[in-house]
């Protein structure tokens, strides 16, 4: 048994707040020497193949004549033995989500029975207790293991699994996990053959049962590490980092385990060092310990940086803590953890203050699955879908409703996007609080991240059993990180049960009753926990209940929800509300909103498509979020035929004092635009030239034009990024649109478009936005939706060019150059 990731040992001993977060590690195809002692190893590189829920025979024997869990070691489950044949699985690359290729499937059942309500919740994909043939999945690899690793300590890291996963090394079962979100480690170096044989890794993984409402994905949707190290080590998540800011400097405090995992008392030296932004440093006083045979101890330290980089939204700056264990001359184990130096706080009359100055929260709630790739997202893709919502001026993300993955948060942290981490579940029960344990070792000393929640609309959130259980879990967040606040998303009940709890009261949806909420509580920060929720198809003005089309004018919500603009108004005018998450950031898989029947299999909620292609509630946003940039934004499309005399409802959304209106050059008029609101005019359609010209203090600063389209006659192709790193992980992110002759876009487009590649590089998904899709994501062609589709292609392992193409039947095609950069570039 390996102590230090055994959830009932730290709760059942108290163990002292000191694990950490460690940094991001590089990936590649095996273990390499360095000049750390301690070896880490990206194990991305799996074969697959689905088992079968309810025959053992094509579970590949699980369960065999009931003797799974005999004998240790003989598991009767071929498909983790060690001679078992794999070489006709198909190979796959982590993050993998294997219900993401899975085809559709309507139950038969009528409408609004459960069985079509809980397929609609997870996008109608053929999973779950009705499909025992989909929903198992079994992983093998083989781990290279030498004469050079006897003695030392070798486990496995996983970042998240979903769900029910039992892995076994050689044929041992060697670990379990429940979760489909909390990370979690196994240690294998008892069973491993250091002799020269094969050390095989098998996983099984069950996702028949689900854990949200949601689209959920199956697999290895994140990253898996083998990390080897001495028996006197620093453990997982070792140190815990924190500041505190005055006018003369940071005072610093680290906090880091030592853990001897070996037969013999063992004595030594902590160094430490803080590794600044810019690269200075500043050492820590060493730290001796002796230790006796598995035991562990906690050395404490701190150090003052003078004229310190403060992390922030706008200048996301990062330290570093370098650690290492010397005994005798010889360093042992050496690692590494991140930090930001800022503080962070919640007031009942400011909002939300970091680094003392008042900062609004302009934030979304995203779950966690794009097109084409399900939840199995690759980190240059967390990255785009940051990016996506920072170029809308977003600055917060709530992680709705289970933990996020490291790599987000190391993004978040990199980027300057502000994090709201929430446990999937709200309970105090053995497990519930192992994975809250390790979720807050993991994540706390991410400094994006601002506030821990607790809970969403939890049935029992208003009942004193849901405030105790609440307060159950803020204990432990007080134990592990005294300095973030908790919170809990509240649909009612504000003003009892675990609303009396937590620090921070969230309201989704009733953005309205926050004013009298906090005229009655004035001591109580708020914020809107979930607000908006528009619906809307992309590129769509006009509803159609038959065809599931929602217009996307910012009037269409369900009746528990809002408008962006009515939500805004009221959070914008009051600063003791520290800002709001807009349900969502992205249209997502599952809870298909507001068509809750087959065919809709994702939700219309996003300001931005499944794809990350905007809709144009993210011009409204992006005009008051970034209202420093002039911005006019001009909806619909001006293409028309047969409406010729019509009225069109024309909206600008805009942040500049006056906007003018003008249809072929003849001018409808100026009006000026509301704080925080739109503009609309009713427009007899002519075909031509629409623009609205944005206005401050008289002059022109900007304009949007729209123009009637003619047939459709090419693809134009583009990339978020030409320069790419190879070593088989990195992404990059194809957008094709249709357009005509002239190069304007068709905003019916909808010609079938096929995407290849010349070049170490694939295309590993397509989406193209179309909430009633319901073509393959794991494939290379997609039909356009509104003229738009979206293709993800991977970087292969060598450096060099690679050229991406579309073409489509009867349109001239493109192709875009992309160069892979050598890994260490």
């Given at each position: ?355 003392g100055k008042q900062v609004k929260l302009l934030g979304t709630c995203n779950h966690q699955d794009h097109a084409g790739v399900g939840s199995g997202i690759p980190d240059a893709l967390h990255a785009f879908r940051i990016a996506q919502l920072q ?202 909103t507001p068509y809750a029947q087959f065919p809709s299999i994702s939700s219309y909620f996003g300001i931005l498509d499944t794809c990350g292609f905007p809709k144009d509630n993210y011009y409204y946003y992006r005009a008051w979020w970034r209202p ?198």
């Amino acid at each position: 048994m390996i102590e230090d990731f055994t959830r009932r040992g730290v709760l059942a001993t108290g163990a002292t707040a000191v694990l950490a977060s460690t940094v991001a590690i590089p990936s590649g195809a095996g273990a390499k020497e360095t000049v750390s002692p301690r070896l880490r190893e990206r194990l991305a590189e799996w074969r697959f193949h689905l088992g079968h829920a309810a025959d053992q025979e094509r579970d590949f024997g699980f369960g065999r004549n009931q003797r799974t869990f005999a004998k240790a070691g003989n598991s009767t489950a071929d498909a983790a033995m060690a001679k078992f044949d794999d070489a006709g699985w198909q190979a796959v690359r982590v993050p993998h989500d294997w219900a993401v290729a899975l085809p559709f499937a309507r139950p038969e059942k009528p409408a609004g029975k459960d069985s079509e309500d809980a397929a609609a919740a997870h996008g109608f994909k053929a999973i779950g207790r009705s499909f025992p043939g989909n929903s198992i999945g079994w992983y093998r690899r083989t781990i290279a293991v030498t004469a050079a690793d006897r003695g030392r300590r070798l486990w496995l890291e996983f970042d998240g699994v979903f769900r029910d996963c039992l892995v076994f090394v050689n044929g041992h079962i060697v670990g379990r996990n429940e979760s489909g979100y909390a990370p979690f480690a196994v240690a294998i170096d008892d069973f491993l053959d250091y002799d020269g044989g094969p050390n095989i890794l098998a996983l099984r993984v069950d996702a028949t049962l689900g854990e949200g409402w949601f689209y959920e994905g199956a697999g290895l949707y994140r990253h898996v590490d083998l990390v080897r190290a001495d028996p006197l080590r620093m453990p997982q998540w070792h140190s815990v980092v924190r500041s505190e800011v005055g006018a003369d400097g940071a005072r610093v405090t680290a906090a880091t385990e030592v853990f001897n995992s070996g037969a013999a008392e063992a004595s030594g030296t902590l160094r430490r060092k803080l590794v600044g932004p810019d690269g200075r440093e500043v050492a820590l006083p060493d730290a001796t310990f002796r230790i006796a045979p598995g035991e562990r101890t906690t050395l404490d330290g701190e150090a003052r940086v003078t004229a310190p980089v403060l992390w922030s939204v706008e200048t996301p700056k990062l330290y570093r803590l370098a650690c290492e264990i010397v005994v005798g001359d010889r360093v042992i184990d050496a690692d590494e953890t991140r930090f930001g130096i800022r503080t962070v706080r919640f007031d009942a009359e400011r909002g939300f203050l970091l680094n003392g100055k008042q900062v609004k929260l302009l934030g979304t709630c995203n779950h966690q699955d794009h097109a084409g790739v399900g939840s199995g997202i690759p980190d240059a893709l967390h990255a785009f879908r940051i990016a996506q919502l920072q170029s809308m001026g977003s600055n917060a993300w709530r992680s709705a409703h289970n933990p996020p993955a490291a790599a987000l948060l190391d993004l978040c942290d990199e980027m300057g996007m502000l994090m709201i981490v929430e446990a999937r579940l709200n309970s105090s029960d053995e497990e519930a609080m192992g994975q809250l344990d390790r979720i807050l070792r993991r994540d706390r000393n991410h400094p994006c991240v601002i506030a821990w929640s607790l809970g969403n609309e939890e049935p029992q959130q208003g009942t004193d059993k849901g405030a105790r259980v609440t307060a159950a879990m803020q204990a432990h967040v007080r134990t592990l990180d005294p300095t973030r606040p908790t919170t809990f998303a509240f649909d009612n009940s504000w003003d009892h049960g675990a609303a009396k709890v937590v620090d921070v009261v969230g309201f989704n949806y009733r953005t309205d009753k926050i004013e009298g909420f906090h005229q009655s509580f004035p001591t109580v920060p708020t914020y809107g926990s979930e607000t908006g929720s528009t619906v809307a198809t992309r590129g769509a003005y006009a509803n159609d209940a038959a065809a599931h089309v929602a217009r996307a004018y910012d009037t269409e919500h369900p009746w528990w929800a809002s408008t962006a603009e009515a939500w805004w108004t009221i959070a914008a005018a009051r600063p003791y509300i520290a800002g709001g998450f807009v349900w969502t950031g992205f249209d997502y898989r599952g809870e298909p909103t507001p068509y809750a029947q087959f065919p809709s299999i994702s939700s219309y909620f996003g300001i931005l498509d499944t794809c990350g292609f905007p809709k144009d509630n993210y011009y409204y946003y992006r005009a008051w979020w970034r209202p420093d940039e002039p911005l006019v934004h001009l909806l619909p499309h001006w293409t028309w035929p047969g409406r010729e005399g019509q009225p069109i409802e024309v909206w600008a959304h805009g942040n500049c004092e006056e906007v003018e209106l003008l249809l072929n050059g003849r001018s409808l008029g100026r009006k000026a635009m509301p704080r925080n609101g739109h503009l609309a005019w009713s427009v007899p359609y002519a075909p031509g030239r629409i623009e609205a010209r944005g206005y401050n203090k008289g002059r022109r600063v900007t304009r949007s034009v729209c123009e009637t389209a003619g047939p459709a006659a090419a693809v134009r192709l583009t990339a978020d990024r030409r320069m790419t790193k190879a070593g088989g992980d990195d992404v990059a992110m194809l957008r094709a649109e249709v357009v005509d002759a002239k190069g304007r876009p068709v905003p019916d487009a909808d010609q079938m478009l096929r995407f290849s590649v010349q070049g170490d590089g694939a295309i590993i998904g397509v989406g193209n936005g179309n909430p009633t899709s319901l073509e393959a994501d794991v494939a290379s062609e997609r039909r356009a939706f509104h003229g738009l589709a979206q293709a993800i292609l991977r970087v292969g392992a060598k450096p060099g060019p690679i050229l991406a193409t579309v073409s489509a039947d009867g349109l001239k095609g493109d192709a875009v150059r992309i160069v892979a950069m050598p890994a260490d570039s």
